[in-house]
């Protein structure tokens, strides 16, 4: 199983753009990353997917360099609403039922207004 | 559609007692996880099921047993409870290849006393 370094805190200010970055050195090659926000006392959801370059969707934008061992979670523009855990996991979304996610500790973001 | 269910919610239990979480989904998924979340800790695969009949040990599968009773039904059984089982439930489902988005239930809080 892929394995996930991401850092374990950090803090911004409403208005500022966030930047999680996730090392997975040993991804391969029909791995997808995939990143998730989990807010207390409620199951993770979905934030965004991607394999390589810039995926953007309404909440955020992945970045990954060519090389696929890292990756980027942006956030612009944060809110008080957006203090959460943000995990990067790392698998073969064509494996299908045996696709076995690793959740590691996530980053612990808060904004501060 | 209610997306994934999980009851009940909390639950107060002895140790030794026995128990059994219930979850659904109703969203025609292949694939159903169960995990456990610990305070300040992220989510460890207890087990989970690739497709209707099968079964497989996550990552922390002692002291649990698991039932896939149909595409829609997952339940988690502790037979005999510990208080190192004291712990946060969330229960899982994906499609089965095609994207790596889960989609979990609210989570049943477990205390074992």
């Known amino acids: 199983l892929a394995k996930t370094t991401q850092p374990i805190s950090m803090d911004s200010y409403e208005g500022q753009e966030v930047n999680i970055t996730c090392s997975h050195n040993?991804?391969?090659?029909?791995?997808?990353i995939t990143w998730y926000q989990q807010f207390p006392s409620q199951g993770p959801r979905f934030i965004i997917q991607?394999?390589?370059t810039k995926v953007t969707n309404e909440v955020a934008s992945l970045f990954i360099p060519a090389d696929r061992k890292s990756s980027t979670l942006s956030l612009p523009r944060v809110s008080l609403s957006d203090t959460a855990v943000y995990y990067c996991?790392?698998?073969?979304?064509?494996?299908?039922?045996?696709?076995?996610?690793?959740f590691g500790r996530g980053t612990s973001l808060i904004v501060h207004p | 559609n209610a997306g994934v269910t999980q009851t009940p919610k909390f639950q107060v239990l002895k140790t030794g007692q026995s128990m059994t979480l219930q979850c659904a989904q109703d969203?025609?998924?292949?694939?159903m996880y169960w995990y456990r979340q610990d305070p300040g800790m992220g989510l460890r695969l207890i087990y989970y099921?690739?497709?209707?009949?099968?079964?497989d040990k996550g990552e922390v599968p002692n002291g649990y047993n698991v039932s896939r009773l149909n595409k829609r039904e997952f339940s988690l059984r502790l037979e005999s409870a510990a208080p190192s089982q004291t712990s946060v439930y969330f229960c899982?489902?994906?499609?089965?290849?095609?994207?790596?988005?889960?989609?979990f239930g609210p989570g049943t809080r477990l205390t074992v006393l």
């Open positions: 899982a489902s994906r499609r089965i290849a095609g994207h790596n988005e889960q989609f």
């Open positions: 040993n991804i391969a090659t029909n791995d997808y």
């Open positions: 991607g394999y390589k």
């Open positions: 996991l790392v698998g073969d979304m064509r494996s299908g039922g045996s696709y076995i996610p690793t």
């Open positions: 969203m025609n998924h292949n694939s």
């Open positions: 099921s690739a497709s209707e009949g099968t079964t």
